[in-house]
């Protein structure tokens, strides 16, 4: 009877000291629970700003249209160096020397008037 008695004593002590764990877990994820609600607030706070900014920013921006292509402009450029070029001709590059230049004589080499050897 006394053995009968003991063990029960054991079973309500370890039966009090599990629901005061589980007592003091709960209390602790509560805790936890607290900090993650704040910091969900603290985002969704954050998160309700960056919206207002999105939704003004098409007011913010200057509006502009291009009613051609932006590469048509680059294309004529190149074109028309290419035109220009074309023009010129392989043989308005060189001198009688045959060196390529801008196509005005130098006096200085013309007259033989070189540096002396």
């Known amino acids: 009877m ?7 004593l054991v079973v309500v002590i370890l039966l009090i000291l599990i629901v005061g764990l589980l ?6 994820a509560r805790d936890h629970l607290e900090g993650y609600d704040i910091a969900l607030d603290e985002m969704k706070q954050s998160l309700n700003v960056v919206a207002q900014v999105l939704h003004k ?3 913010m921006v200057p509006q502009f249209q ?3 292509n932006p590469l048509s402009q680059i294309l ?11 023009s010129l001709g ?6 009688d020397n045959g060196r390529f230049s801008h196509g005005e004589n130098d006096e200085s080499t013309e007259g033989g008037g070189g540096p002396s050897s």
């Open 2 to 8: 006394v053995a009968v008695g003991v063990e029960l």
């Open 23 to 28: 007592i003091e877990s709960r209390i602790s």
């Open 57 to 59: 920013l098409p007011e």
């Open 66 to 68: 291009i009613n051609e």
């Open 76 to 86: 004529e450029f190149f074109k028309q160096r290419a035109q220009q070029q074309a």
């Open 90 to 95: 392989a043989d308005q590059l060189r001198d």
